[in-house]
């Protein structure tokens, strides 16, 4: 097993300002007969989480390494029994496993609000316990609410367990066939660059619908820090609006904010170089908005460093650049958080190159504006993208368009 390596979004060679090499994908898919040495449990629970339904990564070394360190011989047992749709009790499991619920249900309890790898619902004497996919899920469960002071070794081993995991490529097969779930949304100074951003483009629109708000610390940005790879950006960005905001400071992991403040954070994140997110539904009683960097958001990882786009929905508005005025400094292909452009550095004989040394990868571009803002000589402008994204109707409609993806990503993988 490979360890978890730093890598950088933008690099500068031989005066070319432009993405790094995508990152090579290494996952080797194995088979249970390859682990015989590891207790049933532990390959039974392993063989679950690699559900294409739970955008599961094919069995391999990295999945059980993780498995083996988040779950003992005795809870991978437990949590076995479980699936992802339908809550299971502890009386339930505890007949599968054939032992007293009094011995189970502590068990499933510890897992859910301790280690937070299962998910628990319902009152306290018929409560249901389910799987959590890894990514989205286990990794973000585990870690919400954490701050970098509070980790403790098990969630440092955690997190460089599963970085492994995901430097395999696994999600980005996924990435390539899931439907557009996250959108981009202009908030601060961008939307000066998207003067005609429609009301549904814009997060200060959006949050109209909701009355309730809160914010936490990004665990992306957390787990890298914690590696050693940290990008200094602000943390304090995820937010939840509507009933999750309600359940998320109820829990104690989120803290509760007015709209006026959450708009003020998500300006401080744009700031910073961070891309403001919503997911791509339209009628939702509850949301979430991620404010995310190229270079620790796993959504946007999958773009800035495999190359392979399909979870972020097309932008709305894409920039111009006006030749005439760009002088090549290269600071917009620095700015870019999805390694989107390629600058030939002034110096050169700028007349001979191709398109004028300047060159935007139109499948890495979300639109997001940072570019405009980052060129001094007002070179760029963002104007209206050709085709107007689609949204999804709501959250049933996100999920049915997901599954034939996720089927076929699933597939493709196993066949590696
Ligand atoms: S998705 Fe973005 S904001 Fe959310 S945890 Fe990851 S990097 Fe942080
Ligand atoms: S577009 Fe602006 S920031 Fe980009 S190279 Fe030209 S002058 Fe520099
Ligand atoms: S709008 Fe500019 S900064 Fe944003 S992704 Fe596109 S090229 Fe990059």
Redesign the pocket.
Known sequence: MATPESRRVIEINERVVGPAPPRPRTLRPRRRSDFTHMPAPILDLAVRLSSPLMMGPPLCEELIALVSHVFTEEEASAARRLGLAAGRSAASVARAERRPRHQIEPILDRLASEKRVLLASGPEDDRRYRLLPIVPGMFENVLVGQSPDSLSGWHYRFVELFEMLYETGYSAAYSERSPAAVRYLPVGKSIEAQPVALPTDRLEDVLDRFDSFAVGNCQCRIAMQSLGRGCGKPLENCAAMGRWADVAVAAGLFRKVSKAELLDIKREAESHGL?NWMMNVRHARSQCSCSCCGCCCHAMRTVSEFSAPGMIAP?S???RRDPAMCDNCGK?AL????G??VVELAGADRDARPSNGYR?LAE?????????L?CDRRA?S?IPAPERPASYRNWFSLIAHSVPGLLSASWRLRRQ
């Open positions: 891309v932008p508005f894409v920039p917009c700015s870019c958080p999805m989107a452009i935007r890495r571009c979300i639109g997001c504006g940072l570019c405009v980052a760029l963002m």
